[in-house]
Structures are given as C-alpha cells and as structure tokens.
C-alpha cells in the first residue's frame, strides 16, 4: 500500500505534492518529496535540533545523484531530471526507499535517522551490471540557516564555511556550526563550490505557491565508484560519527520491529501507525524527559495536542515508560493550574500559558493512563499533585477571567482572548472568539471532576466541595447548552447569548467518558454532527451552511487564519466522532467504515505514511498545514483500538 511506480513518479505536478518525512526521537528531521525535489522551505535532507526538540536548523538541502559511465563520461541516470524517467519506484515502509532504473542497471537508495542521534544515513545499492563499475557523481547543497527561513545573497555573504576533505570523510565548519560527512568507502574528485541556487522556486504549499529564489552556503560534490551488490553509506552529522552505518541501520531495523512486537501479523495498518506514532515522541532537554511534538514541518510541544494524542500514541502502543515521563513533564510545568499550551520555539522565548482547556484534557489522559497500566502509584506519587492544583484553580480562579461560576460551570477568557483549541489570533483580533461557557470546556470540566472523584476516593483524600459541585454541573449543563430549535448544543454562550452555529465542540459531550446527556440527546448530537460536519477526513470545523462558512484554506496569512476553524476539516475530530457513534450505535464495523478516507491518506496523500493537520472543507478535501500531525496520528491509533476492535485486550 506504500508503493509508488514510475508513471505517478514521473508527473511532477503530482509527486511534488506527496512527500515522506523521517525523523530521530529528538525533534530533528528529514522530508522532502517522493520525487526527491524540494516542494517546502521546510524541506531538507538534515534538519537538526540543537536544543531538543528546539532550535532547529536546515544544515543540507538535499543530494543530487548521476550514475556515469566511466569510460565515456555519459550520464546514465540522474535524480534530478524533471518529470524523471528513471526513478521507477518509491516504498515508504520500512524505511524510505526510491529505485532508479535505466539500461539494464537499477541504483536503490534508502535513508533512516539514528534514534536520538543528530544524523541522516544513506545507503546506495547498484544491482543489475555484473563485469563493471560505475561511477555515482553526489553533489551536496549545504545551507546553514534556521529551519523557517529562506537564504539570500544578502545573508549567505556574511560568513564562509571551512571545509576539509579526507579519504573517508569531509568536514564543514561554520560558526557555531559543524557538520560532519563520513563515507563507508573512498571517495574520487572532490569538487567545492561557492552560492550556488538550489532550486528556481519553492512550490512551497503551505505558503501558497509563493515563488521563492533559495541560494545555498556552499555545494560539493565527491564520485564514488560502485560495484555490482555492494552496499555504500554515507552518514551526515552535526557530530562525529563513532558508529559504522551498517551498525546504526541493524539498530535502527531492531528498534522498529520492537515497536510493533504486540500487533498481530495481519495488523498491517496498525504496524505503520506504530511507526508513525513514534516519530512524534522526542526527548525534552530543559527537563530531560519526554515530550509530544505537535505536528510536523513547524508546531513544537503543545499541552492541548500532547494530551489529546496522549492515549493513541503512548498507551495504545504500549508505550508505558514514555507515558508517565511525558506526564511528568508537563505536571512539572503545571503554574497557577494551568499546562503550557505552548512551549517555546526558540531558546529566547517563553511559554505561553494561555489554554482553558490543556489542564482538563491532562485529567483526560492521566484517566487513560490508568486504565491501560494500572499505575496508581505513579499518579498518586507524581501526578496527584498537579490535578489538586488544576481543579483548585478552576473552582477559585486562574489566568485569563478562567474561573467555575456560581452554576459550576466553567467560563473564561473574552472577545479579545484565544482560550479554547479554535485559537487563532490576527493582528490582535481573535478570529474565532469563543468566550464565556463553551460547550467542550464545561464538558471536559465534568469530567475532570469525576476523574477526580474517583482518584481522591481511592487515594483517602477527601475534597469537601467536589461532591456538590458536580451536583451543580449535572443539573445546569443540560438546561445551559441545549438548543431545543436545532436538536443539539450551543457551541458557547457568552454575555448570556447562545452562539448556535453548528460546530464539532459539542461532540465532546459524547464522546468523553463521563457524558452529561441521555441516550436520546446523544444520538441527536451524533446525527446533527455527522449530518452537518462529517466529510470522509474528518470534521468540518464550521457547517456549510452558515454564511462564515470558508471551504478552501489557502491564501496569504491573514486569508488562512480566516479559514482556519471556519469549515476547515479537521482530522484528529474523527476519533472523537467515531467514538461518540460507537457509544450511541455500538457499531464497529461502521465504526471502522468512517476511517477509511484517512487510513486511504494515510497510505496515498500528503505524507506519506502520515496524517495531515487539515483539509479543505470542500471536496475533494485537499490536504492543508503541517503535513503531519500528532494528534491526527493519536487518535487515528486510538479509535482503531479503542473503538473498532483493531487489538483485543490481552494485546492492548
């Protein structure tokens, strides 16, 4: 299902737009195109964290390869043809794998990153030519810069890279930067260049299309003669390289098969879920624990999406030890009881604390944690602390208006604050402002304080005014939120108006463990929303129908904010459907039939072997944002196994 030949290959107006991305555990990464060009800024061959999973930097672009016969110098195949009539297949799993072929030769190349090493390793095979050798020209386009910008003349004048060639190994030095390139066989003819243009444009399709002239530090190119079966590495570091490659690629195969030991044999969706699931589990160097990655080319550590992909990508995949040191993590930044809802993107920032809802979905997913290991200990020891200080903060009050009010409801936040996860901000102005008592938060909210009900039960603590307030929440939630015209809940109401556009929020109170409705509301809930939001990717942010309705998400930066929540499809939402129509329906196989589209995307679209963070909300439903998202992945995993029956539970 990951296989893709040469006529798909060959069309560049389709290849440029499917891309793979590997990564190594510590918020470095790898992407490009499947057809080997560069079709994003963020695309680069070695993307380097210097701060886990922080600070990244762009340190290669990219390798162009030419196979040349070495006695008439004639070029027998290249990478870099447009519309390339000798890349003749593309694998994604297990690792990714291009093949060129021409007269009778066939050049395989894959690429991995070391586990929680800032390196990228190639391998080079040539089969097919049994009496002779051939020549495999590799130019390499370096460029020092930070992972989100573009180079110009202008900035590519200001320093010149060092550069020293060995038999084996070529080392660059830049200030404050050094990358190290080690050959597992002699390299021929080593050439250096000076600013040469990588590419014409970038077709860039997070930005649009903008056309975009990126200028490289520096290029060199280095020959190396191959031989019929023989396998040539190459390893690209930030650091020295102590490991062979063909040490760090047995490591790298018996660490992929470790992730995936519990799936069954015919799991085979569930297996490269796995791996797609690890690739968003990094190491956090200011706490020296594990964190979650929001999204791929450009989200960092979010509380909100941490803890919303928790459960699929940690405990479904049997991740235990990663699970408790990422909660740790976050309860270590627990303030005013509030978790960060977003960490810094570079050393100099700080993090930002302006979530209502992070702190109730931590409630969420310590609730999952304990019913998959069973650690009561851990939590009582380490995570106990930090719920007692959350749910005290929202009965007393905390940041940003956020605060449980006389009918034990939640409110927060006004018209010109972004507290809920439709959260974005233009130029001062909240796009989509979601004030007051919003229907998701109050639903998280109860079941916060039932999840803290039970725990303090079974730990002997006794929280005199829990008990009376979920009395309140039982009694106001329903009589609050219903709109009785439209069979479903209000999405918010603010200033004592009930905001009655037909959003996915209200599929919360569902879905989520504890629900506050009767079966019959539930069911209309579900029908509202499917009839009204569901596209066969996910959830349209805002129904079609309304006049803010915005069907395509594209345009310049305020024309996509615009979108952003306003009919986009959204597809981490799926879960959360598919989990409310099991509750109402108990239906797996139907269950399972609404994530086809994205098990299909999964496989065909976008990134390959990845879930997108958005789609257009009109058809064909166009793949959008970072081109791989946690909790997308997260909650793909989850409902597979929570709610379709992909693992029983002695495999869960």
């Not at 390869?65 to 009539?85: F, Y």
């Not at 495999?136 to 020293?164: A, G, H, M, V, W």
């Not at 629900?515 to 009839?531: G, I, W, Y």
Request: charged share 20%; glycine share 6%; hydrophobic share 35%.
């Amino acid at each position: 299902m990951t296989f893709f030949s040469k006529s798909l290959l060959s069309n560049d107006h389709i290849s440029s737009f499917k891309e793979y991305l590997v990564t190594n555990g510590s918020g470095s990464y790898c992407a490009g195109a499947i057809n080997q060009q560069l079709s994003r800024g963020f695309h680069g061959l070695l993307v380097s964290s210097f701060q886990p999973p922080i600070n990244r930097y762009l340190l290669l672009h990219k390798i162009e390869e030419t196979l040349i016969d070495p006695v008439s110098e004639k070029t027998i195949c290249s990478s870099q043809q447009k519309n390339n009539p000798y890349l003749d297949s593309f694998y994604r799993f297990p690792l990714p794998t291009w093949t060129y072929s021409t007269e009778g030769l066939q050049l395989e190349k894959k690429l991995f990153m070391p586990h929680e090493q800032e390196k990228v390793v190639l391998c080079y095979q040539l089969s097919g030519i049994p009496e002779k050798e051939v020549i495999l020209r590799l130019e390499f386009i370096c460029n020092f810069r930070k992972f989100d910008e573009y180079s110009t003349r202008q900035t590519l004048k200001k320093n010149t890279p060092q550069i020293l060639s060995q038999s084996k190994q070529i080392t660059i030095q830049y200030p404050g930067i050094s990358l190290w390139v080690s050959f597992s066989h002699s390299f021929q003819n080593f050439l250096q260049f000076q600013e040469m243009k990588t590419s014409d444009y970038q077709l860039d399709h997070n930005y649009c299309g903008i056309k975009k002239n990126e200028y490289s530090l520096m290029t060199f190119s280095v020959d190396l003669s191959l031989s019929n079966d023989q396998q040539y590495f190459i390893t690209i570091s930030n650091q020295p390289n102590p490991i062979a490659a063909q040490e760090l690629l047995l490591l790298e195969r018996q660490r992929q098969k470790k992730l995936t030991y519990h799936c069954p044999k015919d799991k085979q969706i569930l297996k490269d879920l796995l791996l797609a699931a690890d690739q968003f589990i990094v190491n956090r160097k200011s706490i020296g624990g594990k964190t979650i990655l929001a999204g791929y080319p450009w989200f960092f550590d979010w509380g909100r999406d941490s803890m919303i992909a928790f459960t699929g990508l940690t405990l479904c995949t049997r991740r235990f030890d990663e699970a408790r040191s990422i909660l740790k993590t976050f309860a270590h930044y627990c303030n005013q009881g509030m978790l960060p809802n977003k960490f810094p993107d570079w050393p100099d920032e700080k993090i930002k604390y302006n979530t209502i809802d992070a702190s109730l979905w931590f409630f969420y997913a310590v609730d999952k944690f304990v019913t998959y290991t069973k650690d009561h200990d851990f939590i009582k020891k380490e995570i106990y602390p930090a719920l007692k200080k959350i749910l005290q903060a929202y009965y007393k009050g905390t940041r940003y208006g956020i605060s449980m009010d006389e009918d034990g409801l939640v409110t927060g936040g006004d018209e010109n604050t972004q507290l809920t996860w439709m959260d974005v901000k233009y130029q001062g102005v909240a796009i989509t402002p979601r004030y007051g008592k919003a229907v998701e938060i109050n639903a998280l909210w109860y079941n916060a304080l039932k999840i803290m009900e039970k725990l303090s039960s079974e730990f002997g603590d006794s929280i005199t005014w829990l008990k009376s307030v979920i009395l309140k929440v039982e009694e106001n939630y329903i009589p609050f939120f219903w709109n009785q015209k439209q069979n479903c809940l209000y999405d918010y109401v603010a200033e004592n108006k009930p905001n009655e556009q037909i959003r996915p929020n209200q599929i919360f109170s569902v879905s989520l463990p504890y629900s506050l409705l009767n079966r019959k509301q539930a069911m209309l809930v579900v029908n509202q929303v499917r009839e009204k939001l569901w596209t066969p990717l996910g959830l349209r942010s805002l129904a079609d129908e309304d006049a803010g309705y915005q069907g395509i998400y594209q345009g310049n930066l305020k024309q996509r904010d615009y979108c952003y929540h306003q009919g986009t499809v959204w597809s981490w939402l799926a879960g959360h459907f598919v989990t409310a129509y099991q509750k109402v329906y108990q239906n797996p196989w139907q269950a399972k039939k609404f994530l086809e589209g994205l098990i299909q995307h999964f496989y065909q679209d976008g990134c390959i072997g990845s879930i997108s963070e958005v789609f257009d909300g009109n058809p064909p439903h166009t793949a959008r944002g970072c081109f791989a998202q946690a909790w997308s992945v997260g909650e793909l995993i989850r409902t597979l196994v929570e709610d379709c029956g992909e693992l029983d539970e002695e495999q869960r």
